[in-house]
């Protein structure tokens, strides 16, 4: 079965037409989502949440279909939600956590799902400071033999671990192995996934790290970048992510 297959049959069993737009909605760019990102969060910020995407008008406006305008890899973290950060509602973000932020096969294969079939140009990846999922990378090193009982968490750490060697060795080094880790995650997407480095070379996706700062709430957004193979990275000429 082709992957075009493939999708057009999660769609049927999930009964949705994906091309719709809520009401006077237009689809937006890449450089328009992450505008639309960083205003939400000085809202968030200054208390000033919109309930009014998320309340019943809303919900019955997008019922029938989903447009969202920017993909967000995230971790799990409770204190880390993106609709909240970024003062979004319903239909806005297409969401993918775990702890780290890791991007195993599941995150890639939704990724790819929103990308090539919903057709969002902006993702983000994004970390946080004071990451337990970094921490325990950085205290625990690598088992020898992994124990069966703990595989599943060990996994994610030794996704984690290889960006520690980048972090740099003066300073706050938990929240500069945070910064490492989302390059990590980058660089991981763009290895593991064809389908979004081809994305991204046609100029169709946009990658935006981006780390969120617990205490203030501030969403630290680095510089834009687009995949040019699978192992190369390039940051957006004319592009700034501050
Ligand atoms: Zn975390």
């Known amino acids: 079965m082709t992957r075009r ?9 999930a009964a949705i037409s994906a091309n719709g737009l809520a009401a006077g909605e237009q689809r937006s760019t890449a450089e328009q989502g992450l505008e639309r990102l960083r205003r939400g969060n000085v809202a968030y910020r200054a208390g000033k949440i919109d309930l009014s995407r998320s309340g019943g ?24 939600p993106p609709e909240l950060i970024f003062n979004q509602g319903l239909g806005d973000l297409f969401v993918v956590r775990t ?17 090539e079939h919903l057709q969002v140009p902006l993702v983000v990846v994004m970390g946080h ?6 921490k325990a990378a950085m205290e625990t090193p690598a088992p020898a033999k992994p ?23 003066t300073g706050d080094l938990w929240t500069s192995a945070v910064y490492a880790s989302v390059h990590q995650n980058l660089d991981d997407i763009a290895r593991c996934s064809p389908v979004l480095t081809e994305l991204s070379e046609s100029g169709k996706v946009i990658f935006v790290g981006a780390v969120y700062e617990l205490e203030s709430g501030k969403v630290d957004f680095l510089e834009p970048v687009a995949f040019r193979s699978r192992h190369n990275r390039v940051v957006l000429p004319g592009a700034s992510g501050r």
């Open 5 to 13: 297959m493939m999708w057009a049959c999660w769609v049927c069993l």
């Open 99 to 115: 702890a780290g932020a890791v991007p195993d096969q599941a995150v890639l294969g939704s990724m790819e799902y929103a990308a």
């Open 147 to 169: 124990d069966p009982a703990g595989i599943n968490l060990e996994r994610i750490l030794s996704a984690i671990r290889p960006s520690l060697e980048h972090a740099a060795r």
């Open 57 to 80: 008008a809303r919900r019955a406006e997008v019922a029938g279909n989903q447009h969202p305008f920017a993909t967000v890899l995230t971790c799990s973290d409770s204190r880390v």
């Open 129 to 134: 400071t004071s990451c337990g999922a970094v």
